[in-house]
């Protein structure tokens, strides 16, 4: 099946640094890719959906400003915490769907999430 | 988007059959039920999908009533290894080149022990 890469796969930053999270579509391309968080023990949120070579689309209550999130190529979606906060730690996972299968199973695939430690 | 409700959390013996129901009252005509596994510091990852009556993998069945208000993961023999949260999920799958926004509930996490 198709695989989705993120990366780094864990980081740890001091307050008001930017972190960049990247993802990839490792065997298709993908148009649309998604942005969740997940606190622990908690469900994931949905953030963004990246939209390659347009503007990504924000769920409501997630900062634009602060969620930068940059997809220039049908394989790559980039999300960039600015000015990061202790509040920002969290699991964060992209997912992805390959438009060749026809499979259900490839209705979306998730990324191994990258976790993200503010101190 | 139909809203899911799940039990919270499960418990089981390694061996035994689990069933985790899933509601969703206000489904619409077009969404499908599909189920997602998640280990702790993964993302996740597809199980099962149906739309009605019964569906079954090589890892799973869903038992979908006539009514679609709620469905049944079935898990047969489940080990230690399917200790996870499970998610269920009602929406429209994709059948264009763009993939559907996925809206998670809250899960249902699965202990199993010895």
């Known amino acids: 099946g198709a695989v989705v890469s993120q990366h780094p796969s864990w980081v740890i930053c001091k307050s008001g640094t930017s972190v960049k999270i990247e993802c990839r579509s490792l065997d298709f391309q993908a148009t649309t890719m998604f942005w969740y968080r997940q606190f622990p023990k908690q469900s994931l949120m949905l953030m963004a959906t990246s939209n390659e070579g347009s503007k990504a689309t924000y769920e409501q209550g997630v900062e634009k400003d602060k969620f930068l999130i940059n997809h220039a190529s049908l394989t790559l979606s980039t999300l960039t915490v600015t000015s990061a906060h202790p509040e920002d730690s969290s699991f964060y996972i992209c997912s992805a769907r390959d438009p060749t299968s026809g499979r259900m199973e490839d209705e979306q695939f998730f990324g191994p999430g990258t976790r993200l430690t503010v101190l | 988007l139909a809203k899911t409700t799940q039990p919270i959390s499960m418990d089981s013996y390694e061996g035994q059959e689990v069933n985790i129901t899933c509601s969703h009252n206000?489904?619409?005509?077009?969404?499908?039920i599909t189920w997602y596994q998640q280990f702790p510091s993964q993302g996740p990852r597809f199980i099962i999908q149906?739309?009605?009556t019964k569906v079954t993998n090589e890892v799973a069945s869903l038992f979908i009533p006539a009514d679609r208000k709620s469905s049944t993961l079935s898990l047969p023999r489940v080990s230690l290894s399917d200790t996870a949260v499970y998610y269920c999920l009602v929406g429209v799958p994709s059948n264009t080149g763009t993939a559907s926004k996925l809206t998670f509930g809250t899960g249902t996490r699965l202990q199993v022990t010895l």
């Open positions: 149906g739309y009605k």
């Open positions: 206000n489904i619409a005509t077009n969404d499908y």
